[in-house]
């Protein structure tokens, strides 16, 4: 029975996790194998959500699980090496073992993963590759030649040096490794990314580990079900099957899968899939913590993916800050919307947000509550803006400006003036700051506010009015009289 079920195995290609360093050339050695540019495509340059690419060396097949290299993605790398049948850990010659490359080693440990040393950037005047193999031998890294038997080599990842052999090295552990699947047995995988999109609903990247999957088939994990309406491989081609080793991205999912889980397909009892999650679904996770605090900066952080949403949590709960903490209102996949807007508003919080964007009605609302918001598609720079604590000091939002065209009246401190609105809202009863070119010559507030010659609540943008203006400044004709939320 036993020698029957063997032949019916048949061989996978190796999925490899590229681990290191950031900046130590891990991109940059994907770009050159796969010969795309995927590196100025990035934002800051840097990976920062997972990807899986499929490559074909002497006729063999080769998936790449990439993985982010900022301090960051603890998670996300460890997610990698776990999702992998081998790794390679980059070092560049010139640098030498980093913590992150130290990490690196860890997680390689924790997950029992086989691996191969890529040390980079031989090409470098200032390589040092006697120094790097010193370093990782003192790291419990044993490299064949040198009493081991991890198998290492020296590559540019910019010239090319090196990289055939590198991949040469791929394939003889992986053939070591007896990698194999089924045809005959249910489909599973592992989720290596979700996100939400606008357009088609939850989509989740995948990579198959055994089984076959197909368009129709059911497909659930332990936090989410569905049944599979496309997939496409990692060019973006549809395709009807897919075989082990395979990296796709399936649509199908009512809601999306937590990234990180494995996935069954076919012949699936639903009801006991659906088994409740130990932690909050990723794509929102909710603080159940109430009551605000004058010491707290409370926030909404917003990403484009469950991946980046996690990352993005991570590090942020690291930061350290002197006089203030940080509570997260929510967190949650997706382009920030009205509804994150008037979350804010309500609980006086600021909104984070990753590689998304405003949503048009979200930013009029957010101008008009006063609702602070960060979006970079740098990890960097967000972080920088907490740790400096420079949400504080950002300026005041300017909810509507109004030119002034005309003074009729300046006989005592209350001023009749005609103007037009040139951005926002002017409304009656607000506050004013005058200024005159560069400078603010105090403020003063609207008595009275009227667009043809009947009482008004509000002025929009490109709308002349005319109002009854109190202040202890004269106005002039050419002063902007400015509406600023009040941090």
């Known amino acids: 029975m036993k020698k029957k079920q063997a032949e019916k195995l048949s061989p996978r290609p190796p999925i490899v996790v590229i681990l290191g360093h950031v900046d130590h050339g891990k991109t940059t050695l994907l770009d050159y194998i796969r010969k795309t540019n995927v590196a100025a495509k990035e934002a800051g340059g840097i990976t920062q959500s997972i990807g899986a690419y499929e490559i074909e060396h002497t006729g063999k097949k080769i998936t790449f699980v990439d993985t982010p290299g900022h301090e960051a993605f603890n998670k996300m790398r460890e997610r990698g090496a ?66 081991g038997h991890i198998p290492w ?41 979700s996100k939400l999109d606008p357009k088609r609903g939850a989509t989740a990247a995948i990579v198959l580990k055994d089984g076959t999957l197909k368009i129709g088939d059911q497909i659930a994990t332990q936090t989410a079900f569905g049944k599979i309406k496309t997939l496409e491989n990692f060019l973006g081609k549809r395709v009807d099957e897919i075989l082990p080793s395979s990296p796709v991205l399936i649509l199908g999912f009512e809601t999306m899968p937590q990234i990180g889980e494995e996935f069954w397909a076919g012949g699936i009892n639903i009801v006991e899939i659906k088994t409740p999650p130990l932690e909050a679904p990723p794509e929102r996770i909710a603080v159940q913590e109430e009551g605000l605090k004058e010491n707290y900066i409370n926030l909404i952080i917003k990403a484009d993916s469950a991946g980046s949403l996690e990352a993005l949590r991570s590090i942020i709960e690291a930061i350290p800050l002197k006089d203030q903490k940080m509570k997260f209102l929510e967190a949650s996949v997706g382009d920030i919307t009205d509804g994150d807007i008037g979350l804010a508003q309500a609980s006086k919080a ?72 040139i951005s926002g809202v002017i409304k009656a009863n607000s506050r004013l700051k005058v200024k005159r070119g560069d400078g603010d010559l105090g403020t003063g507030k609207i008595l009275n506010l009227q667009q043809q010659k009947q009482d008004a609540k509000e002025i929009k943008a490109d ?13 002039n004709v050419g002063d902007h009289l400015v509406h600023e939320s009040q941090n």
Request: include cysteine; aromatic fraction near 4%.
């Open 350 to 421: 600021v909104i984070i947000g990753f590689k998304v964007k405003v949503q048009k009605a979200a930013q009029e609302f957010a101008r008009i509550h006063n609702v602070k918001i960060v979006t970079s598609d740098i990890i960097y720079e967000i972080v920088k803006i907490l740790e400096e604590g420079s949400i504080a000091k950002m300026p005041p939002t300017i909810l509507g400006e109004l030119e002034v065209l005309a003074v009729f009246n300046q006989k005592t401190k209350k001023q009749i003036i005609g103007g037009k609105v």
């Open 463 to 475: 709308n002349e009015c005319g109002m009854l203006f109190e202040s202890d400044t004269k106005i």
């Open 82 to 147: 776990n999702v992998a049948d081998l790794a390679i850990l980059v070092v560049a010659a010139e640098e030498g073992l980093k913590p992150q490359t130290k990490e690196s080693i860890d997680i390689l440990n924790k997950t029992k993963t086989p691996f191969v040393v890529a040390i980079n950037k031989i090409d470098k005047p200032a390589a040092n590759i006697d120094k790097v193999i010193n370093d990782l031998l003192e790291a419990g890294v044993l490299l064949e030649k040198y009493g």
């Open 153 to 193: 080599q020296g590559i540019s990842a910019k010239t090319g040096e090196g990289v055939n052999e590198l991949l040469d090295l791929i394939l003889l552990v992986g053939e070591m490794e007896s990698l194999t699947y089924s045809f005959d047995v249910q489909a599973k995988g592992i989720i290596i990314e």
